[in-house]
């Protein structure tokens, strides 16, 4: 909830108007004395006058018309003070309505703020942190109060540095990428500043915008693995007819001289050579036609798969190896699976065991490896989770390169290929990790 530091004006302002009315009960009351006084004292002038000589009776009467002169002065106080005093409760009650505007102006600011989706934090000129609604709240994952606090002490995420950048260029359209973990989650935060200011257009502090770009970001990297895809596709079909033709006749004429050499009784050497011309183009041809797979863009054969069956079958046909190495193999379901799913059953199969097969790779003094079955979205989530050393976080945007990879074997078009597949299946393929371990997803659409 968008929260604020509380206001103490409102009471100065009420205890203010309640002094004013006290005021002026005082006054009308010590008013009305007054006047009953006057008229007292006229009613005793009245009398004299009757009673006085009639050569005395000027100086009386003079006395009685300043009395009644006085009396006109004191009703006119009164009626003063009677007018005053429904002022000041005009005033209350126009402070009254204006206190409860602004109240509701402030909830429906807040209610607003909190609704949005994206991350809304207000700091004064010192750096203090003067509101900040819900989501700002779960994005930085801050627990304990915070308005009041400064703003580098609430987050590893240093906004307070780009704040400081900010203040230099004061340019609409910087921004700043960060990564947060939120909720245990690896999250792309994206953050933009403007100036706050107040209607004489001076300088109140910062508002500091966070938008969670995290789809965004794996939007643009599928984009731009499926643009290499497809640019793999017309070189690979060229590649492929250049080089598998020559290779052809290059293994028949090796054959043919295997064959005639082998009429002379060939010394040892010679074999070896011949093998390992063999074995060197047999290991082309096989580089070649993985290329050409990752390359091509073949129709999948979709068919209503048992998702519970094909992960159990592959579980099973890693469970031999894992025990060699001392890994121990988790299974864990937290959705429904008793409704097939529509995919390729011998590419999904391709898939999570090439995962496994990783995982088990990068624990080689053993460990633990989950495959995880969720739901999210709509769609089932599977993640093969390992306890290794974890990638390294500079090659991250490597993993899914063709022929990268960190193994002393391999081609490194595993990753590539699981990656095409699952876009086939328009599902994703995306990973994190750390320290701790690598956790690989597959998302696929039911």
């Known amino acids: 909830m968008f929260r604020s530091p509380p206001k103490n004006y409102g009471k100065l302002y009420q205890l203010g108007i309640i002094g004013l009315l006290m005021l002026s009960a005082v006054a009308l009351a010590i008013t009305i004395w007054v006047e009953l006084d006057f008229l007292r004292e006229q009613k005793i002038v009245e009398e004299l006058i009757r009673k006085l000589p009639s ?5 009386a009467k003079e006395l009685a018309g300043a009395l ?35 109240r509701d102006f402030k909830a429906l600011a807040a209610d607003i703020l909190s609704s949005i989706d994206q991350a809304v934090i207000t700091i004064d000129v010192q750096g203090n942190v003067t509101s900040i609604n819900r989501c700002g709240l779960e994005l930085l994952n801050i627990k304990t109060e915070c308005v009041g606090r400064p703003l580098k002490e609430l987050s590893a995420v240093p906004l307070h540095d780009f704040c400081t950048e900010w203040k230099v260029e004061k340019s609409p359209t910087m921004f700043r990428d960060y990564k947060a973990n939120v909720n245990g989650s690896q999250r ?10 107040d209607y004489a257009g ?16 794996l939007i643009e990297e599928r984009m731009r693995r499926m643009e290499r895809y497809m640019g793999l596709g017309s070189l690979a079909a060229g590649l492929h007819h250049e080089i598998k033709n020559p290779l052809t006749a290059l293994s028949l004429h090796v054959q043919l001289l295997e064959e005639q050499i082998a009429e002379d009784n060939p010394s040892e050497d010679v074999r070896q050579m011949l093998n390992v011309i063999k074995t060197e183009m047999a290991r082309v041809g096989g580089v070649l036609e993985g290329f050409r797979d990752l390359a091509s863009s073949g129709q999948l054969n979709l068919a209503p798969v048992d998702l519970m069956n094909l992960i159990q079958r592959q579980v099973e046909l890693a469970t031999p190896q894992a025990e060699q190495q001392n890994i121990q193999i988790q299974t864990v379901i937290k959705c429904d699976l008793s409704k097939e799913i529509p995919a390729d059953r011998i590419r999904l199969e391709q898939v ?14 053993g460990g633990t490896l989950t ?10 989530q599977v993640e093969v989770a390992d306890t290794g050393k974890g990638i390294p976080e500079d090659l991250h945007d490597k993993v899914f390169d063709p022929y990268f990879t960190t193994k002393n ?8 290929l699981c990656d095409k597949i699952m876009n086939q299946h328009q599902g994703n393929l995306s990973f994190h990790s ?13």
């Open 434 to 446: 750390s320290e701790r371990g690598t956790q690989f997803q597959l998302t696929l659409p039911r």
């Open 55 to 59: 050569d005395s009776t000027a100086s």
């Open 68 to 102: 009644r002169w006085q009396f006109r002065l004191t009703t006119l106080v009164l009626v003063n003070l009677v007018v005053t005093g429904f002022a000041v409760m005009l005033l209350w009650r126009a402070y009254q309505l204006s206190q409860e505007s602004l």
């Open 352 to 365: 999570l065991l090439n995962l496994i097969l990783n995982a088990m790779e990068a624990m080689p003094e």
């Open 409 to 416: 074997e391999g081609t490194g078009l595993g990753l590539a």
């Open 371 to 380: 495959v995880t079955v969720t739901e999210v979205d709509g769609n089932v």
């Open 188 to 197: 792309a935060l994206r953050a933009f500043c403007q100036t706050l200011s």
């Open 202 to 217: 001076n300088d109140l502090g910062m508002v500091l915008q966070l938008r969670d770009v995290t789809k965004r970001v």
